[in-house]
């Protein structure tokens, strides 16, 4: 019978995610089938599944940990924010509408027979499911319309484990303060506790967990030492990427208010060659990049309007000039042509606005969102790629007629006459090693890079790690039959 566990937080980014992949990894290298869910998510980096729809990106890397495809039930209902206070809600993979902070509320209760739903076909197919939280497990103020934590475990009676962060300080409140404030009945229904994220000796530690394990009356399953290699895995968050310093090659990417679906940049990112550098808010695009690569982006016409009020659209003019190379990937390629036009406002605000103009193309934005695994070859050469789509609009224009893509039968992409200036709507393009080598050649530098490979070793790694430092036995015993 299908058992189930629930990997809340003490707060938002303390490392949940990783962690469920890396016990994904780990029970079914025991040999058990194991399948990862999250009721609830709030992200803009978004994977396409195989049964065509789209899902938290974590959730996808936690499927590939278990040796499963993803599917649109891992991730029933998914928030992408599109401004400060509205989010396009896609419910059990598909566009559902959209929704601003207030009213979401409301809209919660018509979701939770999706949420469980889904829930259960995953339980009909696997011997464990893995389940995930968002944020905090003690957000008192939204308990009664809660469908990521504490409401989705008792609805589903799924017993929880609390992961919390030390290296963000106060672990011992972090874990205490959680119990103090939960309802005495979400309270009880918190098995264990894991620390994650230790520095140094672990056992310098020992008291603090015993401390937290008299006051609570929970298991303590684990101190996670920090795990150095999190980095070669694909980042939840934009801003993982920014603090690594690789080689001579510089690759400057625009933090847009609403970057999505940055996947593109991972492989970069591991590439001993490359430096990737997130271009916040306030900065001036680096003079000395050798490619400015402008990712997706979930509001482009605002976006684009944002990228202008940085002066970036000055400082590519002159990259240009220097001779460097620009992509654009998805939003960023809707921004590099001439002109974008939104009738219908799917993007934001009805209007049609000038694009940056350096690729002779124009985007026309339309309701219907493209979702799709596809396989392409380049022009010229032939070398395979791979990726997704996941985008609203189509992109027509002269330079179109030197698309740089075969895409499952069809031309995609466009570039400038002298091939420095390249769009395309393939996300992922960049985890084929042969087209990276190829592509970094062209900016003058190498790679011998096995990204897929590096990936695979790494999610084994990190499995050994949490083997080693939390007690997997345990966290198994607690895993109880779903109840509702």
């Not at 202008?308 to 939003?331: F, K, N, P, T």
């Not at 606005?353 to 219907?368: F, I, K, N, S, Y």
């Amino acid at each position: 019978m299908t058992r189930s566990i629930m990997f809340q937080g003490t707060g938002s980014n303390v490392g949940k995610s990783i962690l469920v992949a890396g016990l994904a990894r780990a029970y079914r290298r025991r040999g058990l089938s194991v399948a990862p869910f999250k009721p609830q998510n709030m992200s803009n980096n978004a994977a396409v599944t195989v049964d065509g729809g789209e899902i938290g990106r974590a959730q996808a890397l936690q499927a590939r940990a278990a040796g499963r495809d993803p599917i649109n039930d891992m991730n029933p209902v998914l928030l992408k924010p599109e401004t400060d206070t509205g989010a396009q809600i896609i419910v059990q993979g598909q566009r559902s509408g959209r929704s601003v902070a207030g009213s979401f509320g409301k809209e919660k209760a018509r979701l939770l027979p999706k949420v469980l739903e889904s829930f259960q076909r995953l339980c009909d197919s696997a011997d464990l499911v893995l389940v995930e939280g968002a944020g905090s497990a003690a957000e008192t103020n939204l308990r009664h319309s809660d469908i990521a934590n504490m409401g989705f475990a008792t609805t589903a009676g799924v017993p929880v484990v609390l992961i919390a962060d030390i290296d963000r300080g106060g672990v011992i409140a972090q874990v205490v303060g959680s119990q103090v404030v939960l309802d005495p009945a979400d309270a009880a229904r918190v098995r264990g506790f894991v620390i994650n994220r230790f520095r140094g000796d672990v056992t310098l530690f020992d008291k603090g967990r015993d401390d937290i394990a008299s006051r609570t009356g929970w298991d303590a399953l684990g101190v996670v030492p920090w795990f150095a290699d999190a980095w070669r895995l694909p980042a939840e968050d934009m801003l993982d990427l920014a603090g690594r310093k690789g080689g001579a090659c510089k690759v400057a990417v625009p933090q847009l208010p609403r970057t999505a679906n940055f996947d593109d940049l991972d492989p970069l990112s591991a590439e001993p060659s490359v430096t990737v550098e997130i271009i916040p808010p306030g900065r001036p695009l680096p003079g000395d990049a050798d490619l400015v690569l402008i990712p997706g982006s979930k509001s482009t016409m605002s976006d684009l309007a944002a990228f202008r009020a940085e002066g970036w659209d000055i400082d590519l003019q002159a990259h240009i000039r220097r001779g460097g190379h620009v992509l654009g990937i998805c939003g960023g390629y809707q921004m590099l042509g001439k002109w974008i036009d939104d009738p219908d406002g799917v993007d934001g605000t009805p209007g049609r606005v000038p694009g940056l103009g350096h690729l002779d193309v124009e985007t026309r934005m339309a309701p219907q969102k493209r979702l799709a695994l596809s396989r392409a070859r380049t022009r010229p050469g032939g070398l395979p790629v791979s990726g997704y789509e996941i985008h609203m609009g189509a992109t027509s224009g002269p330079d179109c007629a030197r698309a740089w893509l075969d895409l499952d039968g069809r031309a995609e992409g466009a570039a400038s006459p002298d091939g420095r200036i390249r769009g395309c709507y393939l996300h992922g393009l960049f985890t084929e090693d042969a087209f990276r080598a190829a592509y970094l050649q062209d900016l003058g530098h190498g790679s011998d890079l096995a990204y897929e490979a590096g990936v695979e070793a790494t999610l084994d790694a990190l499995a050994d790690h949490l083997e080693a430092h939390m007690d997997l036995d345990r966290i198994l015993d607690l895993a109880e039959s779903p109840s509702f």
